[in-house]
């Protein structure tokens, strides 16, 4: 029975391990992909001043409504106060990377990317 009990001891041991390994982060709603687009990159300014907004476009369009405006209100970003300035958003959609420009104050939905991105003409909003 002495010889039995180290062995169980040890199997049970890496059975337990298995069990009580922590699960998979859930990453729903974060990071770069989108749906069916994977967000590269956005930046928001004019000229030579842009902001990163990279992380901030992405959780918008997570969001439930998956719409924003484009302004410095909804990006948290104002790299050259009193100019107009353009979101531009990098992203991929089926291994092809795409380019979208908007103006200040345009309205930009996950729709609107994905059209884009098929090269279909929007309802409303940018070309």
Not at 116 to 126: T, Y
Request: aromatic share 10%.
């Amino acid at each position: 029975m002495k010889t039995f009990f180290p062995f169980a001891a040890i199997v049970g041991g890496l059975l337990l391990a298995g069990c009580v390994s922590a699960p998979p982060p859930d990453l729903a709603g974060s990071g770069p992909q989108v749906g069916e687009l994977t967000i590269v990159s956005a930046t928001y300014g004019s000229g030579d001043r842009v902001a990163d907004v990279t992380a901030r476009v992405e959780k918008r369009l997570h969001m439930d409504i998956g719409e924003f405006y484009v302004s410095p209100e909804w990006l948290k970003a104002d790299p050259t106060p009193g100019w107009n300035k353009e979101l531009i958003i990098n992203y991929e959609y089926a291994g092809k990377r795409v380019m979208f420009h908007a103006g200040e104050h345009a309205r930009v939905t996950y729709k609107m990317l994905l059209d884009h991105a098929l090269g279909r003409k929007p309802v409303d909003g940018p070309a």
